[in-house]
């Protein structure tokens, strides 16, 4: 989903790809304007969330960890993978649609009995449409993680972003945490691609 990042590929060697930085689009430029950039450069757009992402973040070389096309669709295998790293994580998601989402999360993907993480976490918009939820305050419904599911954001028993454990099906909602819109066309997509990055 994302292009030009150092991806993980068992014990081969890994080569790294240099990646474009998107300077940041004024406010007056309109969607129709952006969209027409993604449409012209096919299925080889990018965009860069790196003015987004947390200080502790720059510098740092991003790791393909996780991939549903790689390592199956299993949220089991995806919370193994994750296990030994201390990284944040980056998750994108690629839906049915063809609209490309996720979460920046402040702490790796785990079982947990509660919320964890810190304001650092986000949800976002990269296609056809950029856009980034920050903490708003309300709540600290960060991550959680089950053995069925996991979610990112809460409030009211909606969830920002919520992904089954078979990480086919999902749903996202507007919550407190983030004060996010749907983040999908839909409120319940199916998941055609996800991806978990790393930063080494």
Known sequence: ILEGREEEDGEADRDEEEFVLIEDREEEEDEEEMSQKHRSSGDDWEVSLISELPPRTVGHTWQLAYSTSRHGASLKSLYRKLSATDS???????????????????????????????????????????????????????????????????????????????????????CYTFNNCCLSETDDFRVMELEVWTFG
């Open 88 to 174: 944040p994580v980056l998750i994108v998601i690629k839906d049915a649609l063809d609209e490309v989402f996720g979460a920046f999360l402040s702490h790796a993907l785990r079982p947990s009995e509660t919320f964890y993480g810190t304001g650092e976490t986000f949800l976002f918009m990269l296609h056809p449409r950029f856009k980034c939820f920050r903490w708003t305050g309300e709540n600290s419904f960060f991550i959680k993680g089950d053995l069925d599911c996991f979610a990112v954001g809460g409030g009211s028993g909606h969830f920002g972003l919520w992904v089954d454990e078979n990480l086919y099906l999902g749903r996202s909602s507007p």
